[in-house]
């Protein structure tokens, strides 16, 4: 029986600690009226759950319901407090657009510095480079600083760059955020075709819309917890569970377009 | 429990199942060597990026501090008359101290600098004060052509002794650069006093390795109790370098290799290059440990 699992996550938790006093002063004046120098706060609480190879996941929670740090768990910059996470292949995380851009240098080197932080060799970034190129169409720009793009073109390169990695494993979050329709349009297009081409997708949004149109499983964090992990739609009605009846499924269409998230 | 059935998989990935955490330590940075490079590359091209006079910064530094100890020690004070070549005597010191100091406070400040990148990566962290250490060591190419400018006008020449002393000074500070770099990069993370205190310590390497004064002044008032001093490897390194470069620039190199320079330099040298090693493991055991918590503290 060939093991096709892509990602594990096996009762893992993180923990973080809240300071709320940093200097000598404020630590004393704390103490002195008996005030709590630090409080521990439980960001992800004993989540478990497995993908196999060519699934593509959906991550919903409200703000703050630990997405972000599981995911950077799954990427390989965080470590679990306690339990295992364990992943097969290259992990490309796309965890906020732009990671390494130095304003200073130009879009053409801040492509290879980017495209070797998300793991490509100099060789493959060069065969790459043309395509990344034609993908973020920011035209001229390219051998000007980074300083002076606009957020849309500064995202369209870090997705041009991320989109092209070819990894196994690919982590998407809220990077749709940025950028006008044709933008997100374009980059849906392409996250289907790397869909479509066996990479497992892990796609962190709120925007309902989207998650139903790219994925096949969705799992649901709350304050820390996974409270759902099942099929895209039984997914979303769980979500909207606690939303007032009126609020029913025929709105959210609204409320993406609203948000803009309705691509 | 997942309730869809399993997709056929169309893509079949030939690695295993294992934790996505990179290894972390030295050794791993090395195997990382394309995007060392590039953050070397980066960092120092974003230095000048925007300046007119660029690069000429990284020299106006080191030949400014020159100038003035040449100025207040060397014509002030007279120890130019005291000591022969007392100028190479003091850039040759100057140009492993200054290195040394640049690795120490850029490093500690590396990780710390370098959030967004820390946060967003998965690679050694050990990667940002490595960096740090080459950044440096690129800056210590052009000084030290102009101090073989000035050592041969003054009838300097190239001897395979000199060379080895002058390998061995820089590989102590090399090395002892980057382990304290280790330390305090990720101190400094916890606690952000550690910038501040590395600079305080700054000050007293300037002046405690023959620098600004030769040795024979330490030996002369501490005479039979140099071992102290000498426990400190800076020392050491500035002691080679000038043994590989101000000795020959002298009138009588043998004479001043024996009599200005501290009794088997060699072993003394040897000997503080192993203290570095042995610092260096401390340095990555502790960097280990603190390691772990450095993303969530960074935020």
């Not at chain 1, 035209?139 to 390169?157: C, E, I, N, Q, T």
């Not at chain 2, 400014?64 to 100025?71: D, H, L, P, V």
């Not at chain 2, 041969?152 to 002393?165: A, N």
């Not at chain 2, 400094?188 to 024979?216: E, I, K």
Request: proline share 4%; net charge neutral.
């Amino acid at each position: 029986m060939s093991d096709n699992r892509s990602i594990v996550v096996r009762h893992v938790s993180k923990t973080f600690t809240l300071r709320y006093h940093r200097t000598l002063k404020q630590m004393s004046v704390a103490v002195m009226r008996q005030q709590e120098l630090t409080d521990s706060f439980l960001a992800v609480d004993d989540v478990s759950f497995t993908i196999r190879q060519g699934e593509s996941i959906g991550l919903m929670g409200l703000n703050g319901s630990g997405k972000s740090t599981l995911l950077k768990m799954i990427n390989g910059i965080m470590r679990p407090d306690s339990g295992k996470v364990l992943t097969r292949g290259r992990v490309a995380g796309l965890i906020a657009t732009g990671a390494g851009f130095h304003a200073q240098l130009t879009g053409r080197d801040n492509v290879y510095l980017n495209a070797a932080i998300l793991g490509m060799s100099e060789a493959e970034t060069r065969r790459k480079f043309d395509d990344i190129v034609e993908f973020a169409d920011i035209g001229k720009f390219l051998d000007s600083p980074v300083g002076h793009y606009s957020s849309g073109m500064f995202a369209r390169l870090g997705f041009a760059v991320a989109i092209h990695v070819d990894a196994d494993i690919f982590l998407a979050d809220e990077v749709l955020a940025v950028g006008d329709r044709p933008f997100k349009r374009k980059c849906l297009a392409k996250m289907q075709e790397i869909r479509d081409s066996g990479t497992t997708l892990f796609y962190v949004s709120h925007a309902a819309g989207s998650v139903r149109k790219m994925c096949d499983r969705v799992l649901v964090l709350e304050k820390g917890r996974l409270t759902f992990d099942g099929p895209v739609d039984k997914g979303i009605a769980f979500l909207h569970y606690d939303d007032d009846e009126e609020n029913a499924l025929d709105t959210e269409e609204e409320l993406d377009e609203e948000m803009g998230a309705d691509i | 429990m997942s309730a869809t059935a399993a997709p056929v998989p169309k893509r079949r990935v030939d690695a295993p199942l294992q934790a996505p955490w990179p290894e972390q330590g030295l050794l791993e940075v090395f195997r990382h060597r394309y995007i060392l490079t590039l953050l070397v590359r980066r960092e120092i091209a974003a230095r000048y990026q925007g300046s007119v006079l660029g690069l000429v910064w990284s020299y106006v530094n080191p030949l400014s501090q020159f100038f003035i100890y040449y100025f207040v020690m060397g014509i002030l004070f007279g120890r130019a008359q005291r000591t022969e070549a007392f100028a190479i005597h003091v850039f040759a010191g100057l140009i492993i101290v200054h290195f040394f100091i640049e690795t120490m406070n850029a490093g500690t400040r590396s990780i710390v600098r370098n959030k967004s990148l820390v946060q967003k990566m998965a690679v050694p962290r050990e990667m940002f004060p490595v960096a740090s250490m080459l950044v440096s060591l690129f800056h210590v190419v052009p000084q030290l052509m102009i101090l073989l400018v000035a050592t041969v006008i003054s009838g300097w020449q190239p001897d395979p002794v000199g060379m080895v002393f002058a390998g061995l000074g820089l590989l102590i500070s090399m090395t002892l650069g980057t382990a304290l770099a280790l330390m305090f990069s990720a101190a400094n993370v916890f606690l952000r006093d550690v910038s501040n205190a590395v600079n305080v310590l700054s000050n007293f390497v300037r002046f405690g390795v023959p620098m600004v004064y030769p040795y024979t002044l330490v030996a002369l008032r501490f005479r039979g109790h140099t071992t102290l001093y000498l426990l400190n490897p800076m020392t050491e390194a500035v002691l080679s370098f000038q043994r590989a470069f101000w000795v020959g620039a002298t009138s009588d190199p043998a004479h001043t290799a024996t009599a200005d320079m501290p009794p088997h330099l060699f072993w003394l040298s040897i000997r503080a290059l192993l203290m570095c090693v042995l610092i260096l493991v401390v340095a990555q055991r502790m960097f280990t440990r603190l390691e772990r918590r450095i993303p969530e503290r960074l935020l």
